[in-house]
């Protein structure tokens, strides 16, 4: 049963690892061919306006493949785990590091696009709220969003990531066990 559920993982990975270089390759192709209507693109959500200049598109561009990029190399890390849980390796100080760098690879990537989110977000929260006259219910509605729009773009990060933690901390201290055990006579 093990194995069937890690050869699912793998073939899931692997399948997650051709979209995102696939991603990456038509994000690079879309810059190219259209730079200059680059305001239409997005990063994680994050509209880039017109009024932008090209090297805030070109930092922005470069900032999302170099995340792209981290991303694949952790989906690898973890196909890799994958793999070995599949040989049923699974107490491995290896199978602990991999899933360490994972978490602080989602960890480096989660605070990447709250710092891009924070520059670019706040200029263009200025929604309207039709009938609202009061500077403080255009001020509430702009905080809710931007409290909601953070929230939904770190939560589906941070939580793996804590995860991942928690899962390294655990095989780290099976690995122990396990070795203790096959000390045991």
């Known amino acids: 049963m093990m194995k069937q559920i890690s050869n ?3 073939i899931m990975l692997l399948v997650f690892q051709i979209l995102i270089f696939f991603l ?3 994000e690079i192709i879309h810059f190219a061919e259209k730079f200059d209507k680059i305001h239409n693109d997005y990063f994680f959500g994050i509209h880039l306006s017109e009024s932008d200049t090209p090297l805030t598109h070109i930092i922005v561009f470069c900032i999302t493949i170099l995340v792209m990029s981290l991303l694949f190399y952790l989906l690898n890390l973890f196909r890799k785990v994958i793999l070995d849980f599949r040989k049923e390796f699974v107490f491995t100080e290896k199978n602990g590091k991999q899933l360490r760098k994972i ?4 960890i480096i990537i989660g605070l990447t696009i709250l710092t891009v989110f924070l520059i670019f977000f706040p200029y263009k929260t200025n929604y309207e709220i039709s009938n609202a006259n009061d500077y403080t219910i255009r001020w ?3 905080l809710g969003l931007f409290v909601g729009k ?3 773009l770190l939560f ?3 939580i793996p990531a ?6 390294s901390k655990l095989i780290k201290e099976g690995n122990i066990i396990k ?3 096959d000390l045991t006579i």
Do not use: K
């Not at 978490?103 to 989602?106: C, K, R, S, V």
């Not at 804590?162 to 899962?167: A, K, Q, S, T």
């Open 8 to 10: 699912i993982l793998h």
């Open 24 to 26: 990456t390759i038509g």
């Open 103 to 106: 978490a602080f690879g989602l």
């Open 140 to 142: 509430v509605y702009n």
């Open 150 to 152: 953070l929230t939904s």
């Open 156 to 158: 589906p990060i941070f």
């Open 162 to 167: 804590f995860f991942f933690m928690l899962i």
């Open 179 to 181: 070795t203790e055990n």
